[in-house]
């Protein structure tokens, strides 16, 4: 194993891009303390001090189409994509003489079955916006300045400090905007939440 005092942020962004990640940020566990109960890194990790956010982004192309297959086969794959990176991020950490735990979308470790209602082990979406990826929109998705919210995201806590990346300060909604709320063909948005039930049907 080589010495963890050679793996920093840079390397770590590095071995991401490597990988095929189109973004990476990285959070301390400090930022994560308003977080509610139960879905902070160290209650996965009690040993947590970081946590590496990245994103795959999906091809334009698919939104141009009028069928929604194209649509269907991309975000298999970018799914298969992101466990993928997440996976071998790890591998490659733990080489370098870490603790490094995936944060994956899915299996759900909490579901509701009359309200259709999953929840993961922690908020990919959060961890994304507090490791500096992007910002959460209306529609609550996290969205990036350059790639908007056509990206998957995975995530990894470990057991060493790293160098945060500072939080996006840009805006994505104008303030009166309704364009998501009113296009949203199951209406499962209303500004602040998403209404999984309906998103689902």
Not at 60 to 87: H, M, N, Q, W
Not at 100 to 119: F, K, L, Q, T
Request: aromatic letters at 8%; a negative charge.
């Amino acid at each position: 194993a080589m010495e963890i005092g050679w793996v920093n942020s840079k390397e770590i962004k590095r071995i991401a891009a490597g990988l095929r990640a189109d973004l990476v940020g990285i959070a301390s566990v400090g930022r994560f303390d308003k977080a509610p109960d139960g879905f902070r890194p160290k209650d996965i990790l009690p040993t947590a001090k970081s946590v590496i956010a990245y994103a795959k982004r999906f091809p334009d192309g698919v939104f141009a189409s009028k069928s929604p297959v194209p649509y269907t086969f991309v975000a298999s794959v970018t799914l298969g994509e992101v466990f993928r990176i997440g996976y071998e991020l790890c591998l490659r950490l733990e080489d370098c003489g870490m603790i490094a735990v995936p944060i994956p979308s899915e299996p759900y470790e909490y579901w509701d079955e009359p309200m259709r209602e999953g929840r993961g082990i922690m908020s990919l979406k959060h961890i994304g916006y507090l490791a500096g990826l992007g910002v959460l929109g209306r529609n609550t998705l996290l969205t990036n300045d350059r790639y908007g919210n056509l990206i998957s995201l995975g995530a990894v806590v470990v057991d060493i400090e790293l160098e945060e990346d500072p939080l996006a300060e840009y805006t994505v909604c104008e303030e009166n905007c309704q364009l998501c709320i009113s296009s949203c063909p199951s209406g499962a948005l209303n500004g602040t939440i998403v209404n999984q039930k309906k998103c689902r049907e």
